[in-house]
Nanobody, 124 residues
Framework: QVHLEESGGGSVQAGGSLKLSCRSF????????MGWYRQPPGKARELVST???????VYGDSVKGRFTISEDKAKNTLYLEMNNLKTEDTAVYYC??????????????????WGQGIQVTVSS
């Protein structure tokens, strides 16, 4: 069974940095895309960044130039390095993985698995 474990969250002052990690268990790491979403207080969940199985990267407009997504396949771990943090980056951050089979992945039939979420708080 696919399982994702996030770590690295916490509290930081504006302008600071944090690095989130998402370790996966139970499937072929990043076989059909992984990434990060976040949910600010009182708001809807929003895209932070995605990393496809081919290495293509997408960032949400609000984090471009400040956040960097990366992976370590040997450690089955996805990372999100967050620099120059702003108060509006305060949110619960969720790692996700598309655990679809190769056939379903090719057919565009996702099987999303989510981590438990981790809090990031940026103070002014």
């Amino acid at each position: 069974q696919v399982h994702l474990e996030e770590s690295g969250g916490g509290s930081v002052q504006a302008g600071g940095s944090l690095k989130l990690s998402c370790r996966s268990f139970g499937y072929v790491f990043n076989s059909c895309g992984m990434g990060w979403y976040r949910q600010p207080p009182g708001k809807a969940r929003e895209l932070v960044s995605t990393l496809t199985e081919y290495g293509a990267i997408v960032y949400g407009d609000s984090v471009k130039g400040r956040f960097t997504i990366s992976e370590d396949k040997a450690k089955n771990t996805l990372y999100l390095e967050m620099n120059n943090l702003k108060t509006e980056d305060t949110a619960v951050y969720y790692c996700y993985a598309d655990a679809a089979s190769p056939k379903d992945c090719a057919d565009g039939s996702p099987d999303f698995v989510w981590g438990q979420g981790i809090q990031v708080t940026v103070s002014s």
